[in-house]
C-alpha cells in the first residue's frame, strides 16, 4: 500500500521535472541542428555556434549585457549592504518595519509598474534613455534583494559581537572591517550573485528604458523571437543555461557555506523572481 | 581609607518611561570580587553595561579612579567584559580572539604570540590556540572569553551571568578557577549573577539589587545571617519568614508565643518579620520544643531531610533535619535565640547597619556570657 | 555602532528609497491623470472605466492569471509535498530553482518552437494521425506557457512552508488514528496554508502583468494588464493612459496582497 504510494509519488515528481526541463534541453538540443528550424534534426552541426560567435551584433549585446550585470551588481551590493546595516542599526520598530516595507517595493512590483515609472522619471529629470538609463535601473531593482540577502546575516549575529569588539578597544571602523563584515560576508556574497542573476534574468524594465543606442541580449532576443525561429539564439541560450548552472552552483556553495558556519541548517533558501 | 576604583553617584537609567535604574550609589574598591546579585530584570546586568559603557546614564556620575567617564567610550575604558554568552569572534579561531584587543591596539607579533600564550596558560587551555570556536564546547568557550578579556590587561573585568550556561559541576569548577585566577592576578572582578549560592561561594562583596536598586550590600556572611529586608531573606536561601511583634529589646513574640532574642533597638510593640532558616531548627521530642509542629511531608535531598511541617497557628514551617520524620506526627521546634533575625518593615540600609552595628557588639557580650 | 558614523553611509541607500522607490510611484500616478499634452485630466479614468475594451480587457486578464494560478497550484502542491518527504529535499529544490534562472525569453522562445505549425508538436502529432493544428497564438498556448513559467515560483514557497512544519504533528496526528489521507487534509494542508498564500502572491500578480508571453506566444488575442501598459507607453505613447492602467495595476496588486496576508504573522512576533 505505502509502496504503491510511493511509486506513483515518484512518477508523479519524474514528470513534473521532465516537463520543467524539456523545453530547456529541447532548445539546447536543435542548436547543434544542422537545419535551420527547430523540428526535424537533420544532424550535429557546430554552424549556428560560429554563427552566433561571428554576429558581431549579438556579441556587442552580450558583452553589454555582462557589463551592466557586473557594474550594477557591484553597485547594488555596496549600497544594500550600508542599507541593510542603516536597517539594522535602526532601533525604533516603527521606523524599522517602514524601511523594510519600502524596501520590498520594488520586489513585489511587477516588471512593466518598474519598467514604466522609470522610464517616466527619466525623462522626467532629463537622463538620455541608454546605458546609464539601463545601469541606473538595474541597480535600483538589485538593491533590495542584497539587503533581504544581507539582513537575516546580520540580525543572526549575537549583538554582543559588535559590544565585545569595542569592549577590546575597536572602534567604528574597526568594529565593521574586523567583526561585521566578515560575519556578513556569505550573505554580501549572495546578495551580489542574486544581483547578477536579476540584472541578466530582466528583459521588461530593460526594455522600457533601453532606448534606441543601447540594447542588452534579453531586448534583442525579444526582437529576433518575433521574427520567428532562429537557432543562433538556441545557441545563445544553450551557452547561457550553461552559465546559469555555473552561477547556481557557486550560490549553492556560498549558501551552504553560510548555513554550515550559522549552525542553524536553513539550507538553501533562495528568492527568485 | 583607599580611592574606590570604580563609584556610581546618584546613577539613573530610564528608556522613555520604564526607569530600569533607580539613583544607584556604590563604591568598588580595587583588587576584590564583588558580585551583583539580584534577580532577572532588577537592574544588575544594566549596572555592568553602564561601568563597561555600553549604555549611557540618565543621570548622575560615574567615576573611574575619581575621574567621572560617563562619556568614554567602551573602547577606552580599562575595564573588559566576559559576556554572557561569549560573544567570541565565529570567524576567527581560538588565538585570533585572544589577540583581537592588542591587534586593534597595533602590538608586535611576538608581544601578541608571548600574551596569548600566557593567557590560554592561565585559562588551562594550552596548545588549542588553532581551533575554531564552533569546536570548542561550552566550557572551553568560556575560557577563551575570559582569556580574551584578561588579555587586555584590565583594572577591572566584568563577567555577565559567565557561568549560567554550563552544567552544574562545571559550573562549580569554574567558580573556583575564577576566584583562583581573581587571586592571583590581584585585579577587581564584578560578577553578575541571578544564583545566590554562586554568589555566596566567590565574593568579598556582594551588591544584592532588586527593581533597579540596590538593596542589600555587605559581605556573604552578613547578607545570609542578616537579610534586610524580606526580599532579600527570600531570595538568598531558603527561609522561614513570619510576621512577628518586638514586644521589647531582645524578646519578640511570634507563632502565638513569646521568645528571646538578640536583636533591638526598635519601637515596643513594632510589627515586625522574623526570618529563621530552616538549617537552624532542629527537630526534638514535642515536650522540649520551643513550638509544637505537625510534619506534612518531606523529601530526601541526598545529605539532609527537607521537612515541611505547620504549627498551630497554621504557619508553614521549612526544616532540614538530619535524620527522617514521621508524616503526621506532633513533633517540638527547637532554634536558639541567636538564629532569630529580625526584619523592620522599610527599614533603610543605612538605619539597618547603624542599628547591626551596634547590637552585634551586644550580641556578643550576650553569647559571652552565656558560655 | 555610532549614529552619525553609519548614517552617512547610509545616504545612498536613503537616496535610493527616495528617487527609485516613492518617486516613480508617484509619479506614475501623477502621469495618470495627464493628458496627452501633459494638462491635468480625469479623463482617463473616465475613459477606462466606461470603456468595455478597457474593462474586458482588465476582466480577461485577472480571469487569465486567475486559471494559470489554479492550474500552478493544482500542479505544485502534490509536487512540493512529495518533494519535501524526500531524503535530499535541499537538492530537488535546487533542481526546481534552475529553471528559473533561465531566462524567461529563452524559455518563451522554447515554446515557439514547440507550438508552430511545423514545430515538434504538430510534428508529433501528425506521426499519430492527427492533423497540424495551429497552437501558436491561442489562448491555451498562453496559458501552457504561463504556468510552465510560474510553476517554480507556487512550488518554493510551498516546499519551505511544508519543509518547516514539524514533523511530530504529522506523527501526532497518526498516532491518534488518522489514515495518511485524513493527515494531510486536517494536519499538513492547513498548516501550509501559509505557503500556498505566498505562492499565490508570487503567481497571480507577476501573470496579470506578462506582456512578453501575449507578444510571443498568445499573438496579442490575450491582452493582460501588462501588454495595455506596454503597448500605451511604447506604441501608442499615450503615457497617461500607461499609467492609469498602472495604478489599476498596482491596486490589483495590493488587494492580491491583501487578501493573501499571512493573518498569523500580524498577531504579532512570530517565530524566533
Known amino acids: ?273 | 581609607m583607599a580611592q574606590p576604583i570604580i563609584e556610581f553617584k546618584h546613577v539613573a537609567k530610564q528608556y522613555d518611561d520604564n526607569v530600569v535604574l533607580k539613583s544607584v550609589d556604590l563604591e568598588i574598591e580595587a583588587g576584590k570580587f564583588y558580585t551583583l546579585l539580584g534577580p532577572s530584570g532588577s537592574g544588575k546586568t544594566t549596572i555592568l553595561r553602564l561601568i563597561a559603557g555600553f549604555l549611557e546614564a540618565t543621570s548622575g556620575d560615574i567615576l573611574f579612579e575619581g575621574q567621572k567617564i560617563n562619556d568614554l567610550p567602551p573602547e577606552k575604558r580599562r575595564v573588559n567584559t566576559v559576556f554572557q554568552n561569549y560573544a567570541l569572534f565565529p570567524n576567527m579561531n581560538v588565538f585570533e580572539n585572544v589577540a583581537f584587543g592588542m591587534s586593534i591596539k597595533g602590538k608586535g607579533k611576538s608581544e601578541i604570540k608571548a600574551k596569548v600564550t600566557e593567557m590560554l596558560g592561565l585559562v588551562k587551555l594550552s596548545g588549542l590556540e588553532d581551533r575554531e570556536i564552533s569546536e570548542l564546547s561550552g566550557g572551553q568557550q568560556q575560557r577563551v572569553a575570559i582569556a580574551r578579556a584578561l588579555a587586555n590587561d584590565p583594572e577591572v573585568l566584568l563577567l555577565d551571568e559567565p557561568l549560567s550556561a554550563l552544567d552544574y559541576k562545571l559550573r562549580k569548577e569554574m567558580q573556583y578557577e575564577l576566584r583562583e585566577i581573581q587571586k592571583r592576578l590581584g585585579i577587581t572582578f564584578i560578577f553578575v549573577t541571578h544564583d545566590q549560592e554562586e554568589a555566596l561561594a566567590m565574593s568579598d562583596w556582594i551588591f544584592v539589587t532588586n527593581e533597579g536598586e540596590i538593596v542589600q550590600n555587605g559581605t556573604p556572611v552578613d547578607i545570609y545571617d542578616a537579610p534586610i529586608n524580606h526580599f532579600v531573606a527570600d531570595f538568598i536561601g531558603e527561609s522561614n519568614i513570619l510576621p512577628g511583634v518586638m514586644r521589647k529589646d531582645y524578646l519578640v513574640a511570634f507563632a502565638g508565643k513569646e521568645f528571646e532574642n538578640v536583636d533591638g533597638g526598635m519601637r515596643p510593640n513594632e510589627q515586625v518579620e522574623v526570618v529563621l532558616r530552616p538549617e537552624d531548627l532542629d527537630l526534638v521530642s514535642a515536650d522540649e520544643g520551643k513550638l509544637i509542629v505537625t510534619i506534612d511531608d518531606q523529601s530526601f535531598r541526598g545529605d539532609y531531610y527537607e521537612i515541611t511541617a505547620h504549627d498551630d497557628d497554621q504557619n508553614e514551617w521549612q526544616i532540614q533535619a538530619t535524620n527522617p520524620a514521621i508524616i503526621g506526627e506532633r513533633r517540638g521546634l527547637f532554634f536558639d535565640p541567636e538564629d532569630i533575625h529580625i526584619m523592620r518593615l522599610n527599614e533603610s540600609e543605612e538605619d539597618f547597619d547603624a542599628r547591626m552595628e551596634e547590637y552585634d557588639d551586644t550580641e556578643e557580650e550576650g553569647t559571652m556570657n552565656e558560655s | 555602532m555610532n549614529h552619525k558614523n553609519t548614517l552617512s553611509y547610509t545616504i545612498p541607500y536613503i537616496l535610493w528609497l527616495g528617487l527609485f522607490v516613492i518617486a516613480p510611484v508617484i509619479l506614475l500616478i501623477i502621469q495618470s491623470f495627464g493628458n496627452i499634452n501633459g494638462h491635468f485630466t480625469l479623463n482617463n479614468y473616465v475613459t477606462y472605466f466606461s470603456s468595455g475594451t478597457y474593462l474586458r480587457m482588465t476582466f480577461n486578464s485577472i480571469f487569465f492569471a486567475f486559471i494559470v494560478t489554479a492550474m500552478t497550484l493544482l500542479i505544485s502542491y502534490p509536487m512540493a509535498y512529495i518533494m519535501s518527504r524526500l531524503k535530499h529535499a535541499q537538492f530537488w529544490l535546487l533542481l526546481v530553482i534552475l529553471p528559473t534562472w533561465v531566462n524567461l525569453l529563452l524559455k518563451a522562445y522554447a515554446f515557439i518552437g514547440l507550438f508552430s505549425k511545423t514545430g515538434t508538436i504538430n510534428e508529433f502529432l501528425s506521426l499519430i494521425g492527427f492533423a497540424p493544428h495551429q497552437m501558436m497564438f491561442t489562448n491555451m498556448s498562453f496559458l501552457i506557457v504561463a504556468a510552465y513559467i510560474e510553476i517554480p515560483f507556487m512550488i518554493m514557497p510551498i516546499f519551505n512552508s511544508l519543509v518547516e512544519l514539524d514533523r511530530s504533528y504529522i506523527n501526532a496526528a497518526r498516532d491518534l488514528g488518522a489514515t495518511q489521507w485524513q493527515t494531510l487534509v486536517k494536519v499538513i494542508f492547513p498548516l501550509s496554508t501559509g505557503g500556498v498564500k505566498a505562492g499565490i502572491q508570487a503567481v497571480f500578480i507577476p501573470t496579470l502583468s506578462l506582456f512578453m508571453i501575449t507578444r510571443l506566444i498568445g499573438g496579442n488575442r490575450v491582452i493582460t494588464l501588462g501588454t495595455a501598459i506596454e503597448e500605451h507607453f511604447l506604441v501608442t505613447q499615450n503615457w497617461g493612459m500607461g499609467s492609469t492602467i498602472g495604478v489599476v495595476l498596482i491596486v490589483a496588486m495590493i488587494l492580491t496582497m491583501m487578501l493573501t496576508r499571512d493573518r498569523k504573522k500580524k498577531g504579532g512576533k512570530h517565530g524566533k
Not at chain 1, 542599526?89 to 521606523?95: A, E, L, R, W
Not at chain 1, 537622463?127 to 531593482?141: M, N, P, R, Y
Not at chain 1, 571602523?173 to 536579476?198: D, E, K, N
Not at chain 1, 518575433?226 to 545557441?235: F, P
Open chain 1, 1 to 273: 500500500m505505502v509502496n504503491k504510494h510511493k511509486k506513483w509519488a515518484n512518477v508523479y515528481l519524474v514528470l513534473v521535472f521532465i516537463l520543467m526541463y524539456a523545453p530547456i534541453f529541447y532548445l539546447i538540443f536543435y542548436s547543434f541542428n544542422k537545419g535551420d528550424y527547430m523540428a526535424g534534426f537533420s544532424g550535429f552541426s557546430w554552424r549556428h555556434y560560429i554563427d552566433m560567435f561571428a554576429d558581431t551584433r549579438l556579441m556587442q549585446m552580450l558583452v553589454n549585457t555582462f557589463i551592466v550585470a557586473l557594474l550594477s551588481a557591484l553597485i547594488a551590493t555596496l549600497i544594500g549592504l550600508f542599507g541593510a546595516i542603516g536597517i539594522y542599526n535602526t532601533k525604533q520598530t516603527g521606523v524599522k518595519n517602514i524601511l523594510l516595507s519600502l524596501n520590498n517595493v520594488l520586489m513585489v512590483s511587477p516588471d512593466v509598474i518598474i519598467g514604466a515609472s522609470f522610464l517616466i522619471f527619466f525623462t522626467m529629470v532629463g537622463l538620455k534613455l541608454g546605458f546609464g538609463s539601463v545601469v541606473l535601473a538595474h541597480i535600483a531593482f538589485s538593491i533590495p534583494i542584497v539587503v533581504l540577502m544581507v539582513l537575516p546575516r546580520l540580525n543572526e549575529m549575537n549583538p554582543a559581537l559588535i559590544d565585545a569588539a569595542r569592549d577590546l578597544g575597536a572602534n567604528n571602523y574597526q568594529v565593521l572591517s574586523r567583526v561585521v563584515l566578515p560575519y556578513a560576508w556569505p550573505g554580501i556574497l549572495s546578495g551580489f550573485f542574486m544581483a547578477i542573476t536579476y540584472s541578466l534574468d530582466d528583459f521588461a524594465v530593460t526594455f522600457f528604458v533601453t532606448g534606441n543606442g543601447f540594447s542588452t541580449l534579453s531586448v534583442e532576443i525579444y526582437s529576433r523571437a518575433r521574427q520567428g525561429i532562429d537557432l543562433s539564439i538556441n545557441a545563445m541560450s544553450a551557452l547561457m543555461f550553461l552559465l546559469s548552472l555555473i552561477l547556481v552552483v557557486i550560490y549553492y556553495f556560498i549558501s551552504n557555506y553560510s548555513a554550515a558556519s550559522s549552525k542553524k541548517k536553513k539550507g538553501t533558501r533562495m528568492v527568485v523572481h
